[in-house]
């Protein structure tokens, strides 16, 4: 078995050492295929692991993680390096290119950066036509053109099927990583081309450590950080942030007033807090549902995740039957498929409001 040095590129992000070893292996054994799919949870660290890997194609050492080209694919702009990541159509590459190069910005100084969009992002056509078109270019510095896709799944059903023709006679130095939390939504055309690595989400110890190493942070608020974000690097490191614990605050609140107010009430707090995105909201309502769920079952055996909110949650679960908690987290989990469509997000909250208070 080869080792991971810890210098090694593949290395440099928490969780998930025996994919990474699995990877590398390949990778030193030339077994590696040249398109790759990395799938697995938000957070997980898959494009972290794009990252390394352009790393040991692009770098005529192997991934030294110093020289210039290390250098240029850790800042996203190495010449023989491109990145589609889905968007709406006011930050698409080709229609605002210096918009698209804020969001590649972002992504450079945080790998688990992602934008929010109020709309649903896709990857169309015309970015896969001119990301195969760039593909067929010979490298600029020699070693391999490597294109990354980002959560793949969001091409759209013709930019899919163009994509194919690309997977299918792909030019000898191309590289192609695709990353993906719903690679089932992927044809099973592409799936059949491209070798397959299963991310897993990160155990609490793997991103409390993480967290210590970047943040000066108290250990207890760390620990309360590692716990909420419950395996989701991305979530971790953004509430790190203050002012995402105090968003996290207000999501509770709201959480609580699906209990104790009215539906105009409910209306309100909406119409007062629309900076919130709904899979924001959904996510953190799945938590504490959660939590309220294993508190009125008095189980013992599981962790609650909020355990700074585990008061409210307590009389939550004492007056609340079990059978509406169990229909509560149904009416999220409903939410959280309709969400792909952008259903009007009032519509779903007030639709979670009923399964509490009309069954």
């Not at 192997?62 to 990145?83: F, M, R, T, Y």
């Amino acid at each position: 078995m080869i080792g991971l040095q810890k210098d090694n590129p593949l290395i440099s992000f928490p969780g998930n050492i025996r994919v990474k070893r699995v990877i590398y292996k390949a990778f030193c054994s030339g077994q590696l295929s040249n398109a790759i799919l990395l799938a697995g949870p938000s957070g997980s660290g898959k494009f972290a692991q794009a990252l390394s890997l352009a790393k040991l194609f692009l770098c005529p050492k192997k991934g030294c993680g110093s020289c210039e080209d290390c250098l240029s694919v850790a800042n996203l702009n190495h010449p023989d390096l491109q990145i589609l990541i889905p968007t709406t159509k006011e930050e698409n590459p080709l229609e605002k290119p210096e918009k698209y190069a804020r969001i590649l910005a972002e992504k450079a100084k945080n790998p688990y950066y992602m934008p929010q969009y109020s709309s649903k992002p896709t990857i169309t056509i015309d970015s896969i036509r001119g990301f195969s078109s760039w593909l067929s270019l010979t490298p600029t510095r020699g070693l391999a053109k490597v294109g990354i896709i980002v959560e793949a799944d969001k091409m759209n059903e013709e930019a899919q099927n163009a994509f194919l023709k690309t997977l299918e006679e792909p030019p000898l130095y191309a590289r192609i990583i695709l990353t993906s939390a719903n690679f089932e939504e992927l044809l099973p055309t592409i799936l059949s081309r491209v070798e397959r690595f299963l991310f897993t989400q990160l155990t609490k110890t793997e991103t409390l450590e993480y967290l210590m190493k970047i943040s000066n942070k108290p250990h207890s608020e760390l620990e309360l950080i590692a716990a909420i974000a419950n395996g989701n690097l991305r979530q971790a490191i953004e509430l790190l942030d203050d002012k995402a614990l105090k968003a996290r605050d207000e999501k509770f609140k709201l959480f609580l007033a699906l209990f104790n107010e009215t539906e105009l009430e409910l209306l309100k707090w909406l119409l007062k807090n629309k900076e919130f995105p709904l899979d924001e909201i959904l996510e953190s309502f799945s938590s504490f549902a959660r939590d309220t769920i294993m508190l009125a079952l008095n189980d013992d055996t599981i962790t609650i995740i909020n355990f700074d909110k585990m008061d409210e949650l307590m009389k939550i679960a004492k007056k609340t039957p079990v059978e509406t908690l169990f229909r509560l987290v149904r009416s999220i989990e409903e939410a959280m498929r309709n969400m792909k469509s952008y259903i009007n997000p009032t519509i779903q909250l007030l639709h979670i409001y009923n399964s509490i208070h009309k069954g």
